[in-house]
Antibody
Framework: QITLKESGPTLVKPTQTLTLTCTFSGFSLSTSGVGVGWIRQPPGKALEWLALIYWNDDKRYSPSLKSRLTITKDTSKNQVVLTMTNMDPVDTATYYC?????????????WGQGTLVTVSS | DIQLTQSPSFLSASVGDRVTITCRASQGISSYLAWYQQKPGKAPKLLIYAASTLQSGVPSRFSGSGSGTEFTLTISSLQPEDFATYYCQQLNSYLSITFGQGTRLEIK
């Protein structure tokens, strides 16, 4: 069974850096073709893709957020970490990680349960 | 970025109805589209990928079609558990993955 779970702070202050961890089981991020992505969803709004990392350490970022995002993986720990700098209240959202098994055309399945991050002073 | 526009944004329908949701891309994306279902407080669930391929375990009343710039998700006979919000997604990470704004399907 494949599972993913997001963890990190529930509250961050404006200008701080957010660090989120996706811990997964049931697959290996050293297997060819495997990737993990991050997607967020502000309350009541649509989904927004953030970043993606593949088994070979290839990384993709949303162009609009690229300067603020870093995605890394720790294959031995079955974890993917996303950092987002200079947090703002508009970054308040539920952050999801999800599995993708294709290298260019990336649909996501399954997803983690999500973690709500609130940005407020 | 490729923009995806879903229509309608809100849809009211009854159990047993056939419903269709449209997703239009700002430029051609071949068949590189997926559909998700999201229920309140839950993560999205993959329904269809590559425009028309049904994900394993998804009921056959769901179907997808289209290519290029226009795509549709059809539910042939609405069931009570189908009332949710539906999102389309452009799949090509080289072009930047994008999602539509969502279609909320409610019970009439």
């Amino acid at each position: 069974q494949i599972t993913l779970k997001e963890s990190g702070p529930t509250l961050v202050k404006p200008t701080q850096t957010l660090t989120l961890t996706c811990t997964f089981s049931g697959f290996s991020l050293s297997t060819s073709g495997v990737g993990v992505g991050w997607i967020r969803q502000p309350p009541g709004k649509a989904l927004e893709w953030l970043a993606l990392i593949y088994w070979n350490d290839d990384k993709r970022y949303s162009p609009s957020l690229k300067s603020r995002l870093t995605i890394t993986k720790d294959t031995s720990k079955n974890q993917v970490v996303l950092t987002m700098t200079n947090m703002d209240p508009v970054d308040t959202a539920t952050y999801y990680c999800a599995l993708t098994l294709t290298t260019i055309l990336n649909w996501f399945d399954p997803w983690g349960q999500g973690t709500l991050v609130t940005v407020s002073s | 970025d490729i923009q995806l526009t879903q229509s309608p944004s809100f849809l009211s329908a009854s159990v047993g109805d056939r419903v269709t949701i449209t997703c239009r891309a700002s430029q051609g994306i071949s068949s590189y589209l997926a559909w998700y279902q999201q229920k309140p407080g839950k993560a999205p669930k993959l329904l269809i990928y590559a425009a028309s391929t049904l994900q394993s375990g998804v009921p056959s009343r769901f179907s997808g079609s289209g290519s290029g710039t226009e795509f549709t998700l059809t539910i042939s006979s609405l069931q009570p558990e189908d009332f949710a919000t539906y999102y389309c997604q452009q799949l090509n990470s080289y072009l930047s993955i994008t999602f539509g704004q969502g279609t909320r399907l409610e019970i009439k």
